[in-house]
């Protein structure tokens, strides 16, 4: 029997998947712009494992912060927050900067991907990058680090409202990251900030290929805006 869940996965699995093939960041980020959302580029600390990873889904925030004790029962709300993981999902993790926590590694990713998510987004470090980087599970990080979570790390929080890499993240907003960095579509403006996105595209590709043409750069700009 199809549910409202199963149809709102499938509508979501078909716009995530043009956006990937379609859009890029930074022209998401100029529709942004246009519609008032001006701070919505993450840190650009926050950097794809391989230069190709593109990601794009629905925001499921996580918020981790230091420790320093090992805790009887470790790990608890970190796997609780992979195992909420739905499809089309990108976890969004927020250390508050910190340098001492390895957040991510091989296992969650491939819990992540066995749960339908569509990659990660970590303001912090991750580690197993051989085998994450072999899976081509999409990641983005600020660095890279052999040292295990626990002690050092506990998850605090998911499915909240967070801040990560200096953006306020909503549960259910849209991510979108490239090479050129990450950036988050509000779920309030997603519509509108999609559909100018894809206008911007094409008026893109218009001046590309007068440009190609030979047109000047100003005369291109006065007939289409764009630059």
Sequence with gaps: ME????????????????????????????????????????????????????????????????????????????????????????????????????????LLSTAARARGARGAVIDGFIRDVRPIMEMRFPIFTTGISPVDSNGRGEVVAYNVPIECGGVLVNPGDIVFGDADGVVVIPQTVETQVIEAALEKVRGENRTRDALQEGATLREVYDKYGIL
């Excluded at 043009?18 to 993450?42: N, P």
């Excluded at 593109?54 to 320093?68: A, K």
């Design 3 to 106: 549910t409202k869940e199963n149809r709102q996965c499938e509508n979501d699995t078909d716009l995530f998947d043009m956006m990937e093939e379609q859009l890029y960041a930074a022209v998401i980020s100029d529709a942004l712009d246009a519609a008032g959302f001006r701070e919505q580029a993450l840190r650009h600390t926050i950097r794809p494992l391989l230069p190709e990873t593109i990601v794009v889904g629905r925001v499921m925030p996580v918020l981790c912060l230091d420790v320093y004790e090992i805790p009887d029962e470790p790990y608890q709300q970190e796997i609780a927050a992979v195992d909420s993981l739905k499809q089309n999902d990108v976890l969004v993790c927020s250390t508050n900067g910190s340098t001492r926590i390895c957040f991510w590694g091989e």
